[in-house]
């Protein structure tokens, strides 16, 4: 083989590495869950709990994706039908390229080294009565792996990976503090070296002081082992600090998905910029200043029976008719950020036709400060003036242009 001939070879296997590792490693189309809600002596279906209600996102292979959102958003549902512990009611989960939607129990056996869960509650995901040395060995145990040097050395070294001592191979669950037991659960969550791990509010049950720990953990474990993380948490801070993108989930729904930097620097959607201001800023300085915080009018409504058109728009103080008939579709309005809303912030508006806001609009505005809402107003005019400008000058180029020639 000729020189040239092996030079082109290598390309090519280089060129097809990296069209593989540009493809996602998990993506989610049209993600469907609602658990059946059943009356009566013949237990027939009344209605159903829309958990999940048509998802889509795509996870790329070495980033952490967080998910934030309120209490029953939805957002634990979510990480438990990607990892297949829930059987999805509709869409399609794909892994590494391979539908694992529907794949049976005995099918999704060899994939569960690929994908593995820290569970939220770091003591009730672990069994009281077996040890710690049994808890992290059980899946080298079922999926018959038999680890170099044996299983009782690999978990020690486990162990010793997430800074806890070997010797606390033979100890129970209840002799270890909170978050000695979270550090269990990601030592068995490795043990099997899967490629995406993902944390359901994996720090959530810890002192502050512990969360750091924890949280440092896992970024140094990503860099050693180049994991995949799917983090879902209520804490903004967290997600900030860990996070490459983050996707904003309201009632079963993503909202907004956007990289960090841009989300918590430019918040398109009502709700996202809502959530930022609830983060506190730790700044002696700022104490006697004016909260700016947005609050928000009401609970989430009842994924029974969520409202009609975008599910935001009965606590939104910028809704419209169109936000009470049109379901907002999510659409990518800058490079790297996608937003559903008709309205969106820092951004030309979408619907700008309708400007008559709803009641329940009118009432939630009336929570807003008046800061906020001017410099809603402000940044929105601002960014259309400049889009028409943008706009003009185009169109001129493009009619000079056409004069000569």
């Not at 996102?57 to 998910?67: H, I, K, M, Q």
């Not at 049994?134 to 020690?156: D, H, M, N, W, Y």
């Not at 791990?197 to 002081?209: F, I």
């Not at 009118?362 to 809603?376: G, M």
């Amino acid at each position: 083989m000729s020189e040239t001939e092996t030079r082109a070879g290598t390309s090519a296997v280089t060129t097809e590495k990296a069209s593989e590792d540009e493809k996602p490693l998990l993506r989610v189309e049209g993600l469907v869950k609602h658990f059946p809600i059943k009356k009566g002596l013949l237990q027939r279906q009344a209605g159903a709990v829309k958990a999940v209600d048509g998802i889509d996102f795509e996870v790329r292979r070495g980033e952490t994706l967080g998910v934030v959102g309120e209490s029953g958003c939805g957002k634990s549902t979510m990480g438990r039908l990607i990892t297949r512990l829930l059987e999805p009611t509709g869409g399609r989960i794909e892994f590494d390229g391979t539908d694992i939607t529907h794949l049976s129990t005995g099918g999704m056996r060899p994939l569960r080294r690929d994908v593995q869960m820290i569970f939220q509650d770091p003591y009730g995901s672990l069994n009281p009565r077996h040890t710690i040395g049994t808890i992290v060995s059980a899946p080298f145990r079922l999926q018959g792996v038999e680890p170099e040097g044996g299983v009782k050395k690999e978990v020690q070294r486990l162990l010793d990976l997430v800074g806890l001592s070997p010797e606390h191979y033979n100890r129970y669950p209840h002799e270890f503090s909170g978050g000695q037991r979270q550090r269990i659960g990601i030592a068995r969550a490795l043990a099997l070296k899967p490629r995406m791990v993902v944390a359901d509010e994996p720090v959530s049950a810890l002192d502050v002081s512990i969360q750091a720990q924890v949280v440092n953990l896992m970024d140094d474990l990503q860099e050693e082992l180049g994991l995949t993380y799917v983090i879902i948490a209520h804490d903004l801070s967290v997600v900030r600090h860990v996070s490459d993108r983050v996707a904003v989930m309201y009632l079963g729904k993503i909202v907004e998905l956007a990289d960090r930097d841009q989300l918590y620097t430019a918040p398109m959607h009502p709700y996202t910029k809502a959530l930022m201001s609830a983060v506190p800023v730790p700044d002696p300085r700022r104490g006697a200043a004016k909260s700016e915080r947005i609050l928000l009018r009401g609970d989430v409504p009842s994924p029974i029976s969520p409202p009609s058109g975008c599910r935001f728009h009965t606590r939104c103080w910028k809704a419209t008719e169109i936000c009470r008939t049109t379901e907002p579709p999510l659409l990518e309005l800058r490079p790297g950020q996608s937003v559903a809303c008709h309205h969106p912030e820092n951004f030309e508006d979408q619907a700008p036709q309708d400007t008559v806001l709803l009641t329940a609009a009118k009432e939630a505005a009336e929570l807003v400060s008046d800061e906020v809402l001017a410099e809603s107003a402000e940044t929105s005019a601002a960014v259309a003036a400049e889009v028409s400008k943008a706009e003009a000058a185009k169109e001129t180029e493009t009619t000079e242009n056409t004069e000569d020639k």
